[in-house]
């Protein structure tokens, strides 16, 4: 199966999810799915229900951008953006915040709770149209890029609409530390990432990485 990140042939099989495999990729450490494939609407709505902690949960990768980020201004996008938790307290700190997630409730639940007027209910392909004229000081996606059946797609869409010399946060569950689980699994999660392969993603889309942190 060729790699869906470097291209290379020799990957290996190392799981069989029914529909869905995984492969394990020697050159760049990636492991991902074939197919790389949504199965619908039907299965999102089935397995993903809105639920809205009380009160907010502010996450590990979030803490760490609002408490160590070298930058406190300027134009922020927020890729699933959900409740808008994080993107309430980027705006205390100094951003003008935009936000995007296909999930209604949680875009609705957003604008009522913290009164935000940048979100919009869009799907990342929609991101390119909806922006066109727009480029962010800063884009983060946390939790986003292991859902992407194109990841490479979505990298180049965010270098897209990041200003030259602007900054991307991202964070994804780090497999290296993962508990197994049935949400790691395709089609919930179709790429497992470690330090290697967000690398060689982020390098061969002419990123610079300035800091890597890991949760222990
Ligand atoms: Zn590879």
């Known amino acids: ?25 020697p050159f760049c450490d990636l492991v991902f799915s074939h197919p790389m494939k949504h199965p619908g609407k039907d299965f999102y709505e089935k397995h993903y229900q809105t639920r809205f902690v009380e009160p907010p ?21 927020d890729i699933g953006c959900g409740r808008c938790d994080f993107l309430h307290l ?14 209604e409730a949680s875009i609705l639940e957003g604008k009522k709770r913290y009164g935000l007027q940048g979100l919009h209910i869009i799907m990342i392909d929609e991101m390119i149209d909806a922006f066109k004229d ?24 965010v270098k897209y609409l990041l200003k030259k010399g602007g900054y991307v946060f991202l964070s994804v569950p780090n497999r290296s530390r993962l508990v197994k ?9 179709f790429t497992r990432w470690n330090e290697k ?20």
């Not at 199966?1 to 492969?23: A, K, V």
């Not at 980027?90 to 999930?103: L, M, P, R, S």
């Not at 690398?199 to 222990?216: G, S, W």
């Open 1 to 25: 199966m060729q790699c869906i990140l470097c291209d290379n042939f020799d990957t290996m099989q190392i799981q069989d999810h029914g529909n869905y495999r995984l492969f394990h990729c």
């Open 57 to 77: 949960v502010i996450r590990w990768a979030h803490k760490m951008f609002l408490n160590n980020s070298f930058i406190k201004k300027g134009t922020l996008l």
């Open 90 to 103: 980027a705006q205390k700190i100094g951003f003008n915040v935009t936000g995007i997630d296909i999930d």
């Open 134 to 157: 727009k480029h962010f000081d800063v884009i983060a996606f946390f939790e986003v890029l292991e859902h992407m059946v194109e990841p490479n797609s979505f990298i180049k869409q």
């Open 181 to 189: 689980s049935k949400g790691d699994r395709p089609p919930k999660h």
């Open 197 to 216: 392969s967000l690398k060689v993603l982020l390098e061969k889309n002419d990123f610079e990485i300035l800091d890597l942190k890991k949760r222990q």
